[in-house]
């Protein structure tokens, strides 16, 4: 899968960061093609948080191909990963708020 990600999201020649057992990290923002750019800042800014400014977690990665290629995915388990991940930390930057303020907007008409 990663080769296909690599195809469909990066510039040519881009390395993957490894972790020591050579699994795939992260991959760095300057490495992802115009495309692959426009669907993390929606998907960054909209629906899944992500507090890193010059990498994106293979994580978040597979979720930007995924909607690239057109695949099922289960958001609202993404969502409740993100939530669960942002409240079990001591101190967590406000995740998804965009996502918040439009279902605020929504229920009440304002925010």
């Not at 057109?70 to 609202?76: E, F, K």
Request: hydrophobic residues 40%; positive net charge; aromatic residues 8%.
């Amino acid at each position: 899968m990663i080769v296909e990600i690599k195809e469909v999201l990066c510039t040519p020649n881009v390395h993957i960061v490894t972790n020591l057992e050579g699994k795939p990290k992260r991959l760095h923002k300057i490495d992802i093609n115009t495309l692959g750019q426009f669907r993390s800042a929606f998907l960054l800014d909209n629906i899944a948080s992500n507090t890193r400014k010059y990498d994106i977690p293979m994580k978040r990665v597979q979720l930007i191909y995924a909607i690239i290629k057109g695949l099922l995915i289960d958001i609202g388990y993404t969502l409740s990963q993100d939530i669960f991940s942002m409240a079990s930390k001591k101190s967590s930057p406000l995740g998804l708020s965009a996502l918040i303020i439009t279902l605020c907007e929504k229920r009440y008409g304002c925010y």
